[in-house]
T-cell receptor, first 112, second 117 residues
Framework: EAQVTQNPRYLITVTGKKLTVTCSQN?????MSWYRQDPGLGLRQIYY???????DKGDVPEGYKVSRKEKRNFPLILESPSPNQTSLYFC???????????FGPGTRLTVT | AQSVTQLDSQVPVFEEAPVELRCNYS??????LFWYVQYPNQGLQLLLK??????LVKGINGFEAEFNKSQTSFHLRKPSVHISDTAEYFC???????????????FGRGTQLTVWP
């Protein structure tokens, strides 16, 4: 089954404790992206990747890192999480940037 | 920077009534336009998209949208809604062509459509 998977689905952590949210797709897509969703703000793009080893900033990259060492994986790293990073995070992938994006189920992160 | 405005944050409507969800964007270049739907506790899925060609685009579940370049709008319509259409709807825009912004996708803040029996 074609899908985008994210782990973990739920995470509660404390300020400053490094964490990684994994994202994997099995559709051989070149393009992958991370978004955060906050009430009343819609989705905002954090980082995106056009292909392996090619990443770029979106609207809200501060406090986040990404890497794209393999085509299928695009992990999101929070080196020192803060409470303002409490949010619902979505990973998405598509064949190319202009194509339909397939979204993962989301990761709900709470930073206390 | 690109911005996307969804003019209504909430749209309540009765079952079988028509509905229009409005979306305007700001861009001086050619764009690709999308509508995504998010059902409760789920990720987003594509309803329809405009890349080029006919300005009237048909999508899944009976939805359609019309691209109006002069008004920079991409409003979503359905002639008769069902209770199962209750969800949040997001308009999204990306700039076409080559350049550093090709991978950027800008979302509106969303419109909650609630269909009442």
């Amino acid at each position: 089954e074609a899908q985008v998977t994210q782990n973990p689905r739920y995470l509660i952590t404390v300020t400053g404790k490094k964490l990684t949210v994994t994202c994997s797709q099995n559709m051989n897509h070149e393009y992958m992206s991370w978004y955060r969703q906050d009430p009343g703000l819609g989705l905002r793009q954090i980082y995106y990747s056009m292909n392996v080893e090619v990443t770029d900033k979106g609207d809200v990259p501060e406090g986040y890192k990404v890497s794209r060492k393999e085509k299928r994986n695009f992990p999101l790293i929070l080196e020192s999480p803060s409470p303002n990073q409490t949010s619902l995070y979505f990973c998405a992938s598509s064949s190319q940037a202009r194509d339909e994006q397939y979204f993962g189920p989301g990761t709900r992160l709470t930073v206390t | 920077a690109q911005s996307v405005t969804q003019l209504d944050s909430q749209v309540p409507v009765f079952e079988e009534a028509p509905v229009e969800l409005r979306c305007n964007y700001s861009s001086s270049v050619s764009v690709y336009l999308f509508w995504y739907v998010q059902y409760p506790n789920q990720g987003l899925q594509l309803l329809l998209k405009y890349l080029s060609g006919s300005t009237l685009v048909k999508g899944i579940n009976g939805f359609e949208a019309e691209f109006n370049k002069s008004q920079t709008s991409f409003h979503l319509r359905k002639p008769s809604v069902h209770i199962s259409d209750t969800a949040e709807y997001f308009c999204a825009v990306s700039e076409s062509g080559r350049g550093s912004t090709l991978g950027r996708l800008y979302f509106g803040r969303g419109t909650q459509l609630t269909v009442w029996p």
